[in-house]
């Protein structure tokens, strides 16, 4: 067992946290990842990208609500990103049932740190080569950024430079890879080359849904005023998001909602911390926990958390799947974004027996700022 393990195991532990507690500057990210994930378990698809058009519905109330300087708990591709923006955390931690959803985020740490600005994230991501100075594109729309991938001419051998060059700061980061990890990152990278801007989200099994946005779409998505509320968006949310991923402080784990270890775990992180959750991004997971019966376990392990006040849970509600309409769904939308604190929802499963996922998605179903 390595030092930073042992270190990692200290600070999770469950001893009380003294009052001045803070995170160091520099995380033990490697040995973290390791000593808060579980077994890996399956879904059936890659979700490279959301499926949810409707993910910065709630940013205007999750920026006016949410307790800034805490912690942030998501599930999936980079929609968490732009929730990270809006909620300014100092640590976040991304939770997925796939280990493949950790692959990909070590693909985005390697482009956010050899990316300083928007215009270079978005040519290493989609293997583009970078204007010849990246800098005056700071301040220019989103569009234009975009528009430029569209339009630049794609080399192949620079492609594969450039991946090499992001698999081997991948390696560097000491998580242990398989040839079949290798493979993976290979594989999501070059559907990002090779799709580009229309990348779109993808089952196994499935054919395409027509409402799935491509991943152009989701990037200029507007929140309810009106707003580009992505984190690329602007200039300065993507800098402060940059700077979390360069100090380690964006952490994939693999784990189950329902699990034994991995949300505890976070829990005695933050305690150990001194710090609160203030928003946990849920997806439409707990649907899938409601089929597979696992409510009581992914309770108790909400209840495991140290809430902000108010701490928030921002989920996604597909009426298509449920047959049901939410009352919150905007018509042009097959998903519903939705916004409850954790106190309702702490109170609401206090029988986990006598609720519904209806129950769940509308009982105490905030009001979004519109």
Do not use: C
Request: net charge neutral.
């Amino acid at each position: 067992m390595s030092l930073w393990v042992l270190v990692v195991q200290l600070l999770i532990s469950s001893a009380p946290a003294p009052a001045s507690a803070v995170l160091p500057d520099t995380i033990p990210f490697a040995a973290l990842v390791d000593s808060l994930s579980e077994s890996g378990g399956y879904f059936d698809t890659d979700n490279l990208i959301s499926n949810e058009a409707s993910y910065l519905h709630v940013a205007p109330t999750l920026r006016a609500m949410a307790v800034t300087g805490q912690a942030y708990l998501g599930v999936g591709p980079d929609q968490n990103f732009s929730y990270i923006v809006a909620s300014r955390p100092a640590i976040a931690f991304l939770l997925d049932l796939r280990r493949d959803n950790l692959l990909l985020h070590l693909l985005y740490k390697s482009v956010f740190e050899t990316a300083p600005t928007r215009i270079e994230f978005l040519t290493q991501l989609f293997g583009r080569p970078a204007p010849e100075r990246p800098a005056d594109w700071r301040s220019r729309p989103l569009d234009e950024l975009l528009g430029y991938v569209d339009t630049v001419r794609v080399d192949p051998a620079r492609q594969d430079r450039l991946h090499r060059q992001l698999l081997d700061r991948i390696r560097g980061y000491d998580i242990p890879l398989s040839a079949q990890d290798v493979a993976t990152l290979q594989r999501f990278h070059g559907e990002f080359m090779r799709a580009g801007l229309a990348l779109r989200f993808t089952s196994y099994g499935r054919g395409p849904r027509s409402y799935y946005p491509t991943i152009r779409q989701l990037y200029l998505e507007r929140d309810l005023l009106g707003r580009q509320a992505s984190f690329l968006a602007e200039e300065e949310g993507y800098a402060f998001l940059r700077d979390l991923e360069r100090r380690g402080r964006v952490v994939p784990i693999v784990g189950d909602f329902g699990g034994l270890k991995a949300l505890k775990g976070v829990g005695r992180f933050l305690r150990a911390h001194d710090l609160t959750l203030s928003v946990f991004y849920t997806s439409n997971v707990e649907f899938y926990i409601f089929r597979q019966g696992t409510l009581r376990r992914y309770v108790e392990n909400m209840r495991a958390l140290p809430w902000s006040d108010p701490g928030l849970i921002v989920r996604s509600y597909f009426g298509g799947v449920m047959g049901q309409t939410h009352p919150q769904a905007i018509r042009g939308y097959a998903s519903a974004q939705l916004l409850q604190t954790a106190k309702s929802f702490l109170e609401l499963t206090g029988d986990p027996d006598a609720v519904s996922y209806w129950d769940v998605v509308t009982v105490g179903a905030l009001p979004l700022e519109r």
